[in-house]
């Protein structure tokens, strides 16, 4: 009834007020009554509330931090709860108005949020009040708390949780972090919101993350790269962090500077696990095929590309298809390095066929080859010299000799 009561007195003498120019003077001097109470002051932000006023930032502002000048005065669950319903209504309210000069209260009050311990039956609200003073710092715009979030969401990404309660709470407070992240567009929001999407958190969680992630920043590269090169990061998030990349809207030289990273990191990585062993590759396939798009910025790919082959072929359970694909790349880079390597590839493989060692594989990657050097179009005299040998040569099939012609014939055009 008490309630009611002043709900009902607000409204009509507030009317006049409303109907104006939003001159918020009444409500600010009821708001800031020295003998009103925690739920006074509740039910005059509801009324301010539901008359969906807009440009009283400033209004918003003093009453928040009206309100945690009185936090330290709560003494009952009763004043707690108008608290916290008093202090979304205002996060809110600032978010609308896109607040920025109130970024510095909003963060005391997911602060306060925060405090509460595990065995207060309020719990699962205070998640809600993280959240959405979560949510309102990323709405107001102050780039200034882009670490404080970044790090409070890194906190949550290592504290694996196992009690429901206590995990709900916590996600909400993960939801308001990436929200706030992807709206501040800094790119030191990337990695938290990264690890939440490959972390512990429920489905809808992570699903959330990943939304979120190609909005921080069109150009993730830098912390990408980082994800991939840190050893502490297994295959599988390496590979996820590389697939994130090629989500990005990345320029192309971004992507082929990752990619180079990429396919080394799958190479300079060890392990006996066969399961890590087959995501490595993958993500090396997938870098390769990125490579012979966009092309190279980085010269270590050319070594690596040189292992994707030679360590494949002189494995005993070479990956085909890498090496396919290697082949293919090199001949579509048309560069000098890349001719290099594959006249050392064709100049192996001779030397091979010269001293007999000739089975299916060494003639099924001499097929593949020959016509990937042809591709090239090189005026390298060493390839034309080498093709010419092996066209010449005894030690070879006629068909293989045919495949030396024809590669010969595709580079005099």
């Given at each position: 009834?008490?309630r ?6 607000l ?7 409303f ?6 003077s009444?409500?600010t001097?009821?708001?800031l ?5 925690y739920f ?9 509330q539901?008359a969906n ?5 400033d ?8 309100l ?6 709560i ?6 709860e ?5 202090a979304?209504?205002l996060c809110k ?9 109130a970024?510095?209260?909003?963060w ?7 405090t ?11 998640g809600?009040?993280?959240q959405?003073a979560?949510?309102a ?14 790090l409070r ?5 290592t ?10 709470r ?5 939801v308001?972090?990436i929200?706030a ?7 030191d929001g990337?990695s938290p919101v990264?690890?939440a999407?490959?972390g ?5 969680i ?14 993730p590269g830098?912390t990408?790269?980082?994800i991939i ?7 599988e ?18 992507k082929?500077?990752?990619?180079a990273t990429a396919?080394a990191?799958?190479w300079?990585?060890?392990?006996n696990?066969?399961?890590?062993q ?5 993500m090396?396939?997938?870098a390769?095929d990125t490579?012979?798009v966009l092309?190279?910025e980085?010269?270590?790919v050319?070594?690596?590309l040189d292992r994707?082959y030679s360590?494949?072929?002189?494995s005993?359970a070479?990956n085909?298809?890498e ?16 001719v ?9 493989l001779?030397e091979r066929?010269r001293?007999g ?8 990657v ?7 050097l042809?591709?090239?179009k ?5 390839a034309r010299?080498l093709?010419?040998a092996i ?6 099939t006629?068909?293989?000799?045919n ?11």
């Open positions: 009834m008490k009611k009561i002043i709900t009902i007195l409204i009509f003498t507030g009317m006049a007020v109907a104006q120019s939003a001159d918020m009444y409500y001097e009821e708001y009554r020295p003998t009103g109470t006074d002051r509740q039910e005059v932000l509801r009324t301010v539901d006023l807009t440009g009283i930032g209004f918003y502002h003093e009453a928040l931090k009206f945690i000048l009185k936090i330290p005065d003494k009952t669950a009763e004043d707690k108008y608290t916290e319903n008093s979304r209504i309210g600032l978010a609308d108005e896109k607040y920025t000069a970024a510095p209260e909003i005391q009050i997911v602060q306060f949020a925060d509460v311990r595990a065995d207060n039956v309020r719990d699962v609200n205070d809600i009040l993280m959405e979560l949510i710092l990323g709405q107001v715009g102050d780039k200034n708390y882009v670490h404080n979030v970044a969401l890194d906190n949550y990404n504290d694996v949780v196992s009690d429901v309660e206590t995990r709900r916590i996600q909400r407070g993960v308001g972090c929200n992240l992807e709206a501040l567009h800094e790119l990337y990264f690890f999407y490959v512990w958190y429920d489905p809808a992570k699903t959330i993350a990943y939304d979120a992630l190609p909005n921080i920043v069109d150009d830098e990408v790269s980082a090169q840190t050893f502490s990061n297994n295959p998030v390496k590979y996820t962090a590389w697939q994130e990349m090629l989500r990005s809207r990345a320029p192309n030289a971004s082929a500077k990752v990619a396919l990191t799958g300079s990585y060890s392990t696990d066969q399961q890590f087959r995501v490595l590759r993958e090396r396939m997938s390769i490579i012979r092309g190279v980085d010269d270590s050319y070594a690596n994707s360590d494949n072929y002189a005993t070479p085909y298809d090496i396919r694909k290697t082949l293919s790349t090199l001949s579509v880079l048309k560069t000098d390095e890349a290099q390597l594959l006249v050392k590839f064709l100049r192996d001779n066929r001293s060692i000739w089975a299916n594989k060494e003639r099924d001499f097929s593949w080859v020959i016509p990937s042809a591709a090239t090189t005026d390298s005299p060493e010299q093709l010419t066209e010449r040569s005894s030690d070879y006629g068909t293989e000799q495949w030396a012609r024809d590669a010969l014939r595709e580079l005099s055009r």
